[in-house]
């Protein structure tokens, strides 16, 4: 394949080999090779070649996310595939990392919910059924009238002793379920999350295994109203469903019971401990962090490979046009979010090591850093998404009018993973949730607790001053860490005084809370700010690598803090930490350090190492070859099926002729 | 119809009359009822009905188009509206702001570019074809590898004397014409934009009428190749086309040549003027900002309706879930964006005054303000469309959820008007064309001339501190309005100094205009904000209202210019003008005027007057009955045909069937 010669000057001109920077990415030379080898079971394999999606229908793209479901899970048995992540990397390169399988929800949230909340016996009868795919499931929390507010949720399920069944029904409008994954159309079973009712007495939200559809004939059972939700902004393979149940009778044993209990008489039993299902949110939001970064790195490759082809107009008069990375307003566009995905790739990698850690920790009943953990995952997989989505739509708007095309791959990124926004826990919900504990932490710290994980911060004075000594002290690393500490804590600081101070002016709690929501929300983001700049400056300092890449990924790091700063500029400085002079000097940094960063920037894109059979972008492509590419894939455009429409015949030469014969 | 008790509650709670606000939106109470006649015709016509898009595959959806854009015709003819404003609304409505019709660029494009490049004989053959529909057009300039850089362009157009004909050429793969509407399917002529050659030499671009399709059958003529360019973002009804030219002949009189011409003998004689053609720019650009507010406008009124409609957690432990209109951070989402809607109505407004006058200029042979007209409106459109971009986004996450589903209305809002910040000059280009009108008069203005139009602030001093002598002051509207001002003064001089200073430094001047684009950019955008902030003050101040809408307006007006300054505050304060102490001042400001401005929401969005049948939105119904509508409306997804899709057969059980024997 003959590579576009403008691509090829720019990977001749790179100063470093981008397969250092992929093995660090990926965690080793070792990891980098197995998913390679992984990603070429599936996207070597004729049984994955698929239509472009884009010409399909939404009910062509529901067949096709049935057909691909269905091929992953037999390959996956087939090739023996057991390791999570190998298959991780299996269905995400089937899925080009943004189509759906009609199956996904079974194994994303049914067979972990049994794993998490069924009983030894319950997981005996269920798992085999839902691993060895007899049954397909889905998880069905979400109702019409209730999201992230799990605690008002309607769906009721009420236990008869006599008949030693739960009634599970949908007593309002609101109530229906409404989104859950593979639903619509797929399913079996659901998990459905519902109000426990026994003896008369509410007892909150938990969850009942429910049969959805006839296993004989798919058609649904008595009392069960199932269907697609119809068309989204994108996602839209998946068939999120609607699904109202009428008074429909489970087997007690249907309940998961590993915590909660209800005895055959009635009798509630209370969980010993409820923490657990916290954990699963962690993991859960560890891997959204890993996906918004993936997503963000999809664009900027994207991007960036098709700045280097893309010419337009003359930087000198009478030159030839120029590669429009070239221009410091595109390289404005693009380096800032080629370094925002390194930072994110630092902080994910440190999001799982907690995970980690905490999971060594629960194991021996020790829940300390689950609060923790819970609180800073929250607040990053908002601080994450919202970056990835505005990143992803700079990326598209600077690829100029053919980003607009679905040829470039972006518009279907970006109304793909926008979702991320707003699913399981919705950002401003989970950034305050991360306000939450950060203000508990200051009020801990205030009456004199010593802190410890991401807040010690909380125990220091508060500096007037950033100590640097030149302007060029500003590029140190420990220098900007610094900065986004003295952020964070004085955002946490001021808010926490501004709620107290509200209190004891005579609000109650909860209105001094709402009424500092701006506050709040702003030291959350601040807190996750500086957690993601001290993780890309670790990842930078104590990675082993070659003097060429770390300068590079030296420069990139700079970047990411100082344009952060650029553009936050206002909680720099308003308490004159940083001065205009500062801001001056950090505005200058930024455009050398655009200058410095340019000639890497494919190398640096090309580090992430997408294969355009998971790219799916024409102007993205490895080898450059776009306008060929666009032309040709126009030509397979649907509507080009016959030279003449049939509308003409139906509505235009009527209208024309009868225009023409008024002459 | 019962409106929903919450929706009917904020109504009831408004402290004003929105219809009073309508007028004034309008210009005026007889305008409204006009344009309100005018929308009646459409909507309430059966012939308007339609399926609903959302709903329909590609190929349906350019159908649509089809009939739509014939129905549309055949009614402004059959009920004789001529007047171009009442044609528009006609057409808006019938698109419902958002649909294509397959004739749009005919009236948009063809006609207009006749009207201002054909010579009066070419008008007399060609316009009534044209007004008349016996042949339809449309305008094709963008390139697959040139866009914005219209000198760029490669297709040619080449004089033969012999037979007194062009020869118009696609030379190159990147000649290919891209991008133009309705070129795929539907017109049956196109005006090229191609470079003229007459005898030798190259004269630049020049637009040339090329017939495309054969009037007896449609089919491409000899020569042409012609198709859709596939999918996009949005706007899919409409088939953007490419085009292929080899070796087509035209008549020599296919040339547009009111300005320059080709004789017989392929003499070039030049055009007394090229200015004409920036006031169709001009006049374009008015029209994209009056279209970018309508946008916003829509999706304020889709999440304000929704906000009061949903009710999500308790504020209070006990207490019913509140409206989410009552959480802080869901102002903060939703009442500066309809603040904005409201500053770009009077910029709008402001802009369209200018137009006019240019036009009567312009009549009399005098382009004086013409430059100063195009270099303005460039940088609003880039500066309006930017934010509405991201204001509907913002309002499609406010919506939580549901803003996610077609049923919201909102995805389709921004895929569609995305399309605002690249189509018609992209915002980047278009905001440092504006940044070169600045530098050029800063130059003008340290040279000593007095400025006129809106930079008059070059001649003034830059003041130190902003003269505040309480911070209640930094209310007062006269004084928000010389905070704009300060900052496009600074920002400009600096743009203009450092530009200066680095071509001193021994830059070449495009070296130094490149790597000066930041400053560029952000003084381009800080001169089009003073314009916006100063026409909302001005016609809060000069309009004749109620004293209860004047109170109204005044907050919605400082909210505007005091939201602005939060986000941007490193622009205020990196020189001192504006203190931490202020911008702390300006954050208590900004959250007692959301509290303030909280029970008008709901009558704010009602006042921008949008029927349910243009807004197409179940979250944003006028009577607020969300929740019912949903549930209807995905019941009619095309998914839900059968209560056992066809893929069940085909790949799921087959599968099920196959796991289940091996037990």
Same mark, same amino acid.
């Given at each position: =394949?003959?590579?576009?010669?403008?691509?090829?000057?720019?990977?001749?001109?790179?100063?470093?080999?981008?397969?250092?920077?992929?093995?660090?990415?990926?965690?080793?030379?070792?990891?980098?090779?197995?998913?390679?080898?992984?990603?070429?079971?599936?996207?070597?394999?004729?049984?994955?070649?698929?239509?472009?999606?884009?010409?399909?229908?939404?009910?062509?793209?529901?067949?096709?996310?049935?057909?691909?479901?269905? =091929?992953?899970?037999?390959?996956?048995?087939?090739?023996?595939?057991?390791?999570?992540?190998?298959?991780?990397?299996?269905?995400?390169?089937?899925?080009?990392?943004?189509?759906?399988?009609?199956?996904?929800?079974?194994?994303?949230?049914?067979?972990?919910?049994?794993?998490?909340?069924?009983?030894?016996?319950?997981?005996?009868?269920?798992?085999?059924?839902?691993?060895?795919?007899?049954?397909?499931?889905?998880?069905?929390?979400?109702?019409?009238?209730?999201?992230?507010?799990?605690?008002?949720?309607?769906?009721?399920?009420?236990?008869?002793?006599?008949?030693?069944?739960?009634?599970?029904?949908?007593?309002?409008?609101?109530?229906?379920?409404?989104?859950?994954? +593979?639903?619509?159309?797929?399913?079996?079973?659901?998990?459905?999350?519902?109000?426990?009712?026994?003896?008369?007495?509410?007892?909150?939200?938990?969850?009942?295994?429910?049969?959805?559809?006839?296993?004989?004939?798919?058609?649904?059972?008595?009392?069960?109203?199932?269907?697609?939700?119809?068309?989204?902004?994108?996602?839209?393979?998946?068939?999120?469903?609607?699904?109202?149940?009428?008074?429909?009778?489970?087997?007690?044993?249907?309940?998961?019971?590993?915590?909660?209990?209800?005895?055959?008489?009635?009798?509630?039993?209370?969980?010993?401990?409820?923490?657990?299902?916290?954990?699963?949110?962690?993991?859960?939001?560890?891997?959204?962090?890993?996906?918004?970064?993936?997503?963000?790195?999809?664009?900027?490759?994207?991007?960036?490979?098709?700045?280097?082809?893309?010419?337009?107009?003359? =930087?000198?008069?009478?030159?030839?046009?120029?590669?429009?990375?070239?221009?410091?307003?595109?390289?404005?566009?693009?380096?800032?979010?080629?370094?925002?995905?390194?930072?994110?790739?630092?902080?994910?990698?440190?999001?799982?090591?907690?995970?980690?850690?905490?999971?060594?920790?629960?194991?021996?009943?020790?829940?300390?850093?689950?609060?923790?953990?819970?609180?800073?995952?929250?607040?990053?997989?908002?601080?994450?998404?919202?970056?990835?989505?505005?990143?992803?739509?700079?990326?598209?708007?600077?690829?100029?009018?053919?980003?607009?095309?679905?040829?470039?791959?972006?518009?279907?990124?970006?109304?793909?993973?926008?979702?991320?926004?707003?699913?399981?826990?919705?950002?401003?919900?989970?950034?305050?949730?991360?306000?939450?504990?950060?203000?508990?932490?200051?009020?801990?710290?205030?009456?004199?607790?010593?802190?410890?994980?991401?807040?010690?911060?909380?125990?220091?004075?508060?500096?007037?001053?950033?100590?640097?000594?030149?302007?060029?002290?500003?590029?140190?690393?420990?220098?900007?860490?610094?900065?986004?500490?003295?952020?964070?804590?004085?955002?946490?600081?001021?808010?926490?005084?501004?709620?107290?101070?509200?209190?004891?002016?005579?609000?109650?709690?909860?209105?001094?809370?709402?009424?500092?929501?701006?506050?709040?929300?702003?030291?959350?983001?601040?807190?996750?700010?500086?957690?993601?700049?001290?993780?890309?400056?670790?990842?930078?300092?104590?990675?082993?690598?070659?003097?060429?890449?770390?300068?590079?990924?030296?420069?990139?790091?700079?970047?990411?803090?100082?344009?952060?700063?650029?553009?936050?500029?206002?909680?720099?400085?308003?308490?004159?930490?940083?001065?205009?002079? +500062?801001?001056?000097?950090?505005?200058?940094?930024?455009?050398? =350090?655009?200058?410095?960063?340019?000639?890497?920037?494919?190398?640096?894109?090309?580090?992430?190492?997408?294969?355009?059979?998971?790219?799916?972008?024409?102007?993205?492509?490895?080898?450059?070859?776009?306008?060929? +590419?666009?032309?040709?894939?126009?030509?397979?455009?649907?509507?080009?099926?016959?030279?003449?429409?049939?509308?003409?015949?139906?509505?235009?030469?009527?209208?024309?002729?009868?225009?023409?014969?008024?002459?």
């Amino acid at each position: =394949m003959e590579v576009n010669p403008d691509l090829q000057m720019e990977r001749d001109g790179a100063t470093f080999d981008p397969i250092e920077l992929t093995y660090i990415k990926d965690g080793g030379a070792k990891v980098t090779q197995r998913r390679r080898y992984i990603e070429s079971l599936v996207c070597d394999d004729p049984d994955f070649q698929q239509e472009d999606p884009n010409f399909l229908s939404r009910d062509e793209l529901y067949t096709s996310a049935v057909r691909r479901g269905v =091929m992953i899970e037999k390959k996956i048995l087939q090739l023996n595939i057991t390791d999570a992540k190998e298959q991780y990397w299996f269905r995400d390169a089937a899925i080009r990392k943004r189509q759906g399988t009609a199956i996904a929800l079974n194994n994303i949230m049914f067979v972990p919910t049994l794993i998490g909340q069924a009983s030894e016996e319950q997981k005996r009868k269920w798992l085999p059924l839902a691993t060895n795919l007899h049954i397909i499931g889905t998880f069905a929390q979400t109702e019409l009238g209730h999201g992230t507010f799990v605690r008002g949720l309607e769906t009721t399920s009420t236990y008869d002793p006599k008949a030693q069944e739960f009634v599970v029904h949908s007593p309002t409008l609101t109530s229906t379920k409404f989104w859950p994954g +593979n639903l619509g159309k797929t399913v079996t079973h659901a998990i459905v999350m519902a109000q426990l009712i026994t003896n008369g007495k509410h007892y909150g939200v938990h969850p009942f295994i429910v049969p959805l559809r006839s296993l004989e004939n798919h058609m649904p059972l008595p009392g069960v109203t199932v269907g697609d939700i119809g068309p989204k902004m994108g996602f839209n393979s998946n068939d999120n469903g609607f699904l109202r149940l009428e008074h429909v009778r489970i087997p007690r044993d249907n309940m998961l019971m590993k915590h909660a209990q209800v005895l055959a008489d009635g009798t509630y039993v209370k969980p010993p401990t409820n923490k657990l299902v916290y954990g699963t949110l962690v993991y859960a939001r560890v891997g959204y962090l890993s996906a918004c970064t993936d997503f963000l790195a999809m664009a900027c490759t994207i991007v960036t490979r098709y700045s280097a082809v893309r010419r337009q107009s003359e =930087m000198q008069p009478g030159a030839r046009e120029a590669q429009i990375l070239d221009y410091q307003s595109q390289q404005l566009k693009i380096l800032p979010y080629i370094a925002t995905t390194y930072a994110f790739y630092a902080v994910q990698r440190r999001s799982a090591e907690w995970y980690d850690r905490l999971q060594q920790q629960m194991a021996t009943g020790n829940y300390s850093l689950l609060q923790k953990c819970h609180a800073v995952t929250a607040g990053l997989k908002g601080f994450v998404s919202y970056a990835m989505n505005s990143g992803i739509e700079t990326c598209r708007l600077a690829c100029g009018g053919h980003g607009y095309s679905h040829a470039s791959g972006i518009p279907e990124l970006y109304t793909y993973s926008t979702h991320l926004i707003t699913a399981e826990g919705e950002n401003t919900v989970m950034l305050l949730q991360t306000a939450r504990y950060l203000i508990k932490c200051a009020g801990s710290a205030l009456s004199g607790d010593v802190m410890s994980g991401q807040v010690p911060y909380l125990n220091e004075p508060i500096k007037e001053k950033c100590a640097i000594k030149s302007e060029s002290d500003l590029l140190k690393l420990d220098i900007l860490v610094d900065i986004y500490k003295h952020r964070a804590q004085r955002l946490v600081m001021e808010a926490a005084k501004k709620l107290h101070r509200d209190i004891s002016e005579g609000q109650s709690q909860h209105n001094a809370w709402n009424n500092c929501h701006l506050q709040l929300l702003n030291a959350a983001m601040a807190h996750c700010h500086y957690i993601t700049v001290s993780a890309f400056v670790g990842s930078v300092k104590d990675t082993k690598m070659s003097d060429s890449l770390k300068l590079v990924l030296t420069s990139l790091c700079q970047l990411y803090a100082l344009y952060g700063i650029y553009q936050d500029s206002r909680d720099f400085m308003m308490d004159g930490y940083l001065s205009g002079h +500062n801001i001056t000097s950090i505005t200058h940094h930024i455009t050398s =350090m655009l200058a410095t960063l340019r000639p890497n920037a494919v190398a640096l894109v090309d580090a992430f190492d997408i294969r355009d059979e998971i790219l799916c972008s024409i102007l993205g492509r490895y080898d450059g070859n776009v306008y060929e +590419n666009m032309y040709k894939w126009a030509k397979k455009s649907p509507l080009n099926k016959d030279e003449v429409h049939d509308s003409y015949y139906k509505y235009l030469r009527p209208f024309l002729r009868s225009q023409t014969s008024k002459l």
